[in-house]
């Protein structure tokens, strides 16, 4: 696959305003996240092996092998640093015995929206699409509140 091709797909992740969204409230910073899609992607869409060297060309700005390397560490790390988070609030007590089942179903709706953009009638689904939008803005608003994490 063209370096294009790679660049177009990152920049159509980041136009997206539920990727914005979740970004925001995740704590990956934007250029961790670039870092980690250009890195998953290249993996998954390349029979090849790409090099970091390679892999640099695809960010929005160009940096340093080291940079990348960086930046996708401190990325996984936070990945990993998210997981462990959840699973100690879950075990300390934090979240009930299904700790994950709102999140399930806000990820649902996130299949919803993303078959919505992906289908060739785009167009005639404007009203489906900004109405799934809305209540997912809605949805992770309320997971992202200070408040949503009670002791149960």
């Not at 806000?106 to 009638?121: C, F, G, P, Q, T």
């Amino acid at each position: 696959m063209a370096s294009e091709e790679y660049q177009k797909i990152v920049r159509k992740t980041f136009q997206d305003p539920i990727t914005g969204l979740l970004l925001k409230n995740s704590n990956l910073t934007r250029i961790q996240f670039e870092t980690l899609v250009i890195d998953m992607l290249t993996d998954i869409m390349s029979d090849e092996n790409i090099s970091f060297k390679q892999k640099t060309l695809f960010r929005r700005k160009k940096v340093s092998r080291g940079s990348f390397s960086r930046s996708l560490s401190q990325a996984r790390q936070n990945v990993i640093s998210s997981i462990f988070t959840i699973v100690l609030l879950s075990y300390i007590g934090v979240f009930d015995a299904r700790p994950f089942d709102e999140y399930y179903v806000l990820a649902e709706k996130l299949k919803e929206y993303v078959s919505v953009i992906e289908s060739s009638e785009l167009k005639a689904s404007r009203k489906i699409l900004k109405q799934i939008e809305n209540e997912l803005i809605e949805g992770i608003g309320e997971l992202a509140a200070p408040t949503s994490i009670k002791v149960v």
